[in-house]
Structure formats: structure tokens, C-alpha cells
């Protein structure tokens, strides 16, 4: 067996599993899962529709750089989206179409860490953990960058002296974050730009809630987008991670892609050709009408805003509380002087209201003397608006 193996943490959900049963919930009130992150809203039905129309295509082997059509199709979306020159991503030496984030994610970074003994992957604390398993079955070691309320859950790049950076192989952004919903700024962008060309690192950034905001005439900013700003239409060193999933609400087509450097892209590719990771068909064609459409996607955002207005407005001051930047998550602070720790919280909920929230020291790891999840809960409103309701209602009564 691998021993890297044995320096994996477990998985939050395991241990969220590990805390509920220690106790029994109150089934008088139906179980609202505010847990995952997980979209329950419905699926747009003309991208059922060609899942339908396609199903022949299941009788072919896909190719792992997937169809043409698809890769232009997210070209395109991506030049619209993020002011990008024209021509610049192209479908040919750009794209590469994967099966939803999380493999990419973890699958890019076996591809690219060189195995040396002081290779570092820099990644924000709180993380997506795939980040932190990728890196450690990497051979690499994991950086913990905090993302605290006084730095507006950004990490201090500031502080980080040369000689981490130079052990630096790829840094890990997420924006919109998970689970804070803080967006990076396009200047912070052109900074780690910046700081990848002096130090030789790939920018990882993952911005698969990137399509889930409140102002319609201020979408968040992406890293492609602070290259064509900067005049880099290569994207040396930077590479982007888009899904279907949480912007069409199709987490089980898993569906995403990546894209930028090509002189990155190309050796990737050749390392997923090995994986055998490529999109079913079906999948691929019905990707393309997502990528196509907008009005969807407004619609989805439309019922996020409804759920934030109306959660936020029931728990008031019940809970320290504010609407994120952007995404789908509430980062609740939990009050110290009432409860033992966020797992304590959690749990008191889950056995009195039949409500599961997540714990935000299982998002995070100590670094710097501190946890960035302590007392912190994350709550996904990705239920349909009555449930969110009922469980902000709840949480109110729990609380107060």
C-alpha cells in the first residue's frame, strides 16, 4: 500500500456521521441536511432532454479530450464570461473537459508535483479537503494559508517569506471560497501572478461557485480573467477548475472542465489518457447545451437570493451571521459562552431540531496556533425555500 495513505485525515462527513451518532435526533421534526453542498434545485429539463436524445452514444468510447464541439463551447462561455481576447483559449490547445471538479482537482495534482522532498502545495485554511489529499499522495506538503474575519477570509500572501514560495509548486485559490464565499480580488490575482512568475509555481484556482452571486452586475472575478487584463494571453501558469454543478444544478452529470496554459494542459492531458477518466458522450453533448445557456443560471441565482433574504432575515441576531461575497454557504460564528466547541453545537442541533450543519474545524487544520473553523458552522442553503425556512426557524427556537 501507498504509505502516504496513513496521513490522510478523515473526511469531514465521516466525522460529522461519527458526532450525530452519539446522539439521538428529535424525529418529531422532518431531518433538513444543511450539510452538503449538494444542489437540490431542479435541473434545467432541456439538458435532461438531450441526456435522453444522446442515450445511443453510450455504445462508443469517449476520448478523454472529449468532442470538439464541447471544447469550443466552453471556450466560448469562458471568453464571454471573463472578458477574455479573442481567440486566446481556443477549443484546441486549452480545454480540457473533465468528470466535475473534484477528480480534476486531485488527478492535476499528481500530474504536475515534481516528487522532490520539499515540494509544498499552498492551499486556504479552510479548504476543500480534496486539496489536502491531493497534495499529501503527491508527495508534496500541505501549506495552510488562514482565512480569518479580519483579513475578510482572504490569506495574508504578505507574510509568507521567499523561502516557502520557492518551495512552492502550485498554490491552491478558491473564489468564490468554500465555505466562506469571500471573492479574490482582481488585484490580489495579479499579485500571485506575479509572484508565481518570480517563484516557478502553477496557479491553481478553483472556482466552481463562481456563477453563484447576488449583484447581477458584478460577477466575481476569475484568474483567466486577470491574465487578459494583464495582457497574458498565454495564461502561463495559471489553469482554472469550471463545473456544471452547482451552476446548472447538475452535480450528477459531473461535468466540469479545465483550462488555461497549454504548455500545462498538454502534459495533462497525456496523464489522463493513462487515468481513464474520459466524459461519457451523452454526458459531453448534453454539457454543451448547459454551457450554452444563461437564462438558467440567472433563474438559479434567483432562488439562491430568495433563500439568503429569507434565512437571513429569520435568524437576525440570533446567530453571528452575514451574507457571504458570494456562493451558497452561510458561515456562522458560534457563541463560546453557550456552547463547548462547533462539534458541540452541531450535534446539540442535530438532537434537538433534527438539523445537520457542519462543523468548521472539520473544514480546517491548526496552523499558526489556531483553527479557522473553531466555533464556526457552515450551512449550505441548498434545500428548496420552505425547507430553508423551517430550518432557520428551528435554529431560532434552538437558539433562543
Not at 494559508?145 to 512552492?168: G, H, K, M
Not at 461557485?209 to 495582457?231: K, N, T
Not at 477518466?277 to 437564462?295: T, V
Amino acid at each position: 500500500m501507498n504509505n502516504d495513505l496513513t496521513k490522510l485525515h478523515r473526511y469531514p462527513f465521516e466525522k460529522l456521521n461519527a458526532l450525530k451518532a452519539q446522539v439521538s435526533a428529535n424525529t418529531a421534526l422532518p431531518h433538513i441536511a444543511l450539510s452538503i453542498g449538494e444542489p437540490k434545485h431542479q435541473p434545467p429539463a432541456f439538458v435532461l432532454q438531450n441526456i435522453a436524445d444522446n442515450l445511443a452514444k453510450i455504445s462508443s468510447y469517449p476520448s478523454t479530450i472529449g468532442i470538439l464541439p464541447l471544447r469550443q463551447a466552453i471556450a466560448d462561455w469562458a471568453t464571454r464570461r471573463f472578458h477574455l481576447a479573442a481567440n486566446t483559449l481556443t477549443a484546441e490547445n486549452n480545454i480540457l473537459p473533465v468528470n466535475g471538479t473534484r477528480e480534476a482537482l486531485f488527478a492535476f495534482t499528481q500530474a504536475v508535483i515534481n516528487r522532490c522532498d520539499d515540494a509544498i502545495v499552498m492551499m486556504p485554511n479552510p479548504f476543500y479537503q480534496i486539496y489536502e489529499g491531493a497534495a499529501v499522495l503527491a508527495g508534496a506538503e500541505p501549506y495552510y494559508l488562514n482565512c480569518l474575519a479580519e483579513n475578510n477570509f482572504q490569506p495574508d500572501y504578505d507574510v509568507i517569506p521567499d523561502s516557502i514560495w520557492q518551495r512552492t509548486q502550485v498554490l491552491f485559490i478558491c473564489s468564490p471560497g468554500n465555505p466562506t464565499g469571500a471573492i479574490t480580488d482582481l488585484e490580489t490575482l495579479k499579485k500571485l501572478i506575479a509572484l508565481a512568475d518570480k517563484h516557478d509555481f502553477i496557479i491553481a484556482s478553483d472556482e466552481c461557485y463562481s456563477e453563484l452571486y447576488f449583484d447581477e452586475d458584478a460577477p466575481p472575478a476569475g484568474l483567466l480573467q486577470a491574465c487578459a487584463e494583464l495582457g497574458r494571453d498565454d495564461y502561463r501558469r495559471c489553469i482554472v477548475f469550471h463545473s456544471l454543478s452547482k451552476r446548472s444544478n447538475l452535480p450528477g452529470l459531473r461535468s466540469g472542465f479545465v483550462a488555461g496554459d497549454q504548455h500545462i494542459i498538454k502534459p495533462f492531458l497525456q496523464y489522463r489518457t493513462y487515468h481513464g477518466c474520459a466524459m461519457p458522450l451523452h454526458h459531453q453533448y448534453a454539457s454543451i447545451e448547459a454551457w450554452n445557456d444563461e437564462q438558467h443560471v440567472k433563474q438559479n441565482r434567483d432562488l439562491y437570493r430568495a433563500k439568503f433574504d429569507a434565512v437571513l432575515d429569520i435568524l437576525g441576531d440570533s446567530i453571528d451571521v452575514e451574507r457571504p461575497e458570494a456562493g451558497f454557504y452561510l458561515w456562522a460564528k458560534v457563541d463560546s459562552t453557550r456552547f463547548d466547541s462547533d462539534a458541540d453545537f452541531a450535534q446539540r442541533l442535530f438532537a434537538e431540531q433534527h438539523i445537520t450543519v457542519l462543523p468548521g474545524s472539520y473544514l480546517a487544520r491548526t496552523s499558526e496556533a489556531q483553527n479557522p473553523g473553531d466555533y464556526r458552522v457552515r450551512m449550505a442553503l441548498v434545500a428548496e425555500l420552505d425547507a430553508c425556512i423551517d430550518a432557520a426557524q428551528r435554529i431560532k427556537t434552538f437558539l433562543e
